[in-house]
């Protein structure tokens, strides 16, 4: 019998489903440092937004907040802020 191969796997594989990462929360767990926004700072230019690659950065009326559900403190968001306004500090 003649087995089926990768041809029958479905596009994006089986670990996940397509869409967004939402509903994929890190909850309680990081690389063990998580970002801290300096609102004096942030010029709301959304750069951080753009590169994080989980909804952590929330666009606000003024400043970005970030959510920490999503985090997995991989420093995206501050290696890309144009003016600091983020850094990384330990958990």
Request: charged share 20%; net charge neutral; with cysteine.
């Amino acid at each position: 019998m003649a087995r089926a191969g990768w041809r029958s796997l479905p596009i994006g594989g089986v670990l996940s489903e397509g869409g967004t990462s939402v509903k994929y929360k890190t909850g309680e767990w990081r690389s063990g440092s998580k970002p801290s926004a300096d609102k004096s700072k942030c010029t709301n230019c959304l750069i951080c937004w753009i590169y994080c690659p989980e909804p952590t950065i929330v666009p606000g009326e003024e400043n970005v907040e970030i959510d920490l559900t999503y985090c997995k403190g991989c420093g995206i968001c501050a290696a890309e802020c144009p003016v600091k306004a983020i850094s990384m500090v330990g958990e």
